[in-house]
């Protein structure tokens, strides 16, 4: 039994030492990789989740430029973060940027706590923000578990359960937390990150070049393009949204969104917003046209 269980540890320290140096290796250029900081950390993970690299380094050189500590995001008017964000959309992420700025200007001296548990109570910051931040920042041993790492080791282990399932994503949880490297845990993830992110790519990865092959299941057993298992889940709903551009005298009617909704507080036309498409000539007959024109006079 001992036997096994060094055998077992041994082989997750090769695995963590073998992505380790093909990171070291390979590793791109990214600007916040140059003095990481909690505070340039975060604002490229929080662009990251909305963006490609390509766009999303951009934009965080826009922002850092701007706004090159924390207390200057905080200060900013919302306005100018939403302005910033342009392009990125689902604004309510730049919200909660704004809001955790302010909130570790104001209740924590600009300083992000050092703590995993306290990094998830800031709006914004789920699960795989707050383990990217504790452990690129703060040394503490945390395994990120992102798109990237769930290919991986899906891959790299074989795991065939779900990974938009609850028991999956426990599974993946444990599993990126097994082999983590505890003494570099930065490193360590951003690893793993990597390497699904050039190497073990969703379709056609390079396992030719990859250094983990010897050791894959997947590879092995040629079940690379069957794994990671995916199930959607949870129902999407259709919308329509029909903007009316209305002038009167010269001017142009516009009107803040208020709805606990997508794009909350930003300006757009008068909307109708119906389940199902309608002809536009028919929307005069709709109840939202008179709830919005009502005895108005107009003419197309
Ligand atoms: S060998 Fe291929 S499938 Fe396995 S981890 Fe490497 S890139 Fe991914």
Redesign the pocket.
């Known amino acids: 039994m001992n036997t096994f269980f060094n055998f077992f540890i041994k082989s997750l320290k090769q695995i963590a030492k073998i992505i380790e140096k093909w990171y070291e290796e390979n590793k791109r250029d990214l600007p916040w990789r140059n003095s990481p900081s909690a505070y340039k950390i975060w604002l490229s993970e929080i662009i990251l989740q909305q963006t490609r690299i390509n766009q999303g380094i951009s934009y965080y050189n826009k922002f850092i430029e701007k706004y090159p500590a924390i207390q200057q995001l905080a200060q900013a008017p919302i306005e100018d973060v939403l302005k910033l964000w342009q392009g990125l959309g689902y604004y309510s992420r730049a919200r909660n940027l704004h809001i955790t700025a302010r909130r570790i200007t104001n209740d924590c001296n600009g300083n992000f706590p050092s703590d995993y548990k306290e990094l998830l109570s800031l709006n914004g910051i789920g699960e795989y923000t707050a383990a990217a931040i504790a452990s690129m920042a703060f040394n503490i041993p945390v395994a990120v578990v992102d798109g990237n790492v769930f290919?991986?080791l899906s891959?790299?282990y074989g795991i065939k359960t779900g990974i938009t399932s609850a028991a999956g994503k426990k599974l993946f949880r444990l599993k990126a937390q097994e082999i983590l490297n505890h003494k570099k845990p930065g490193i360590h993830n951003q690893a793993m990150m990597e390497?699904g992110a050039l190497?073990?790519?969703p379709r056609n990865?390079?396992?030719n070049q990859?250094?983990?092959?010897m050791r894959?299941y997947?590879?092995k057993y040629r079940l690379?393009n069957e794994?990671p298992v995916k199930k959607v889940n949870g129902k999407t709903r259709e919308r329509y949204f029909h903007y009316l551009h209305i002038s009167y005298r010269g001017s142009t009617f516009i009107h803040k969104r208020q709805q606990k909704d997508i794009w909350n507080s930003l300006f757009e036309f008068p909307l109708i917003e119906t389940s199902h498409y309608i002809y536009p000539e028919k929307l005069h007959e709709t109840e939202a046209w008179h709830h919005l024109l009502g005895e108005t006079q107009y003419k197309f």
Do not use: D, G, K, T
């Open positions: 290919r991986v891959r790299l390497l190497i073990c790519l990865p390079l396992c990859c250094p983990l092959n894959c997947a590879y690379v794994l």
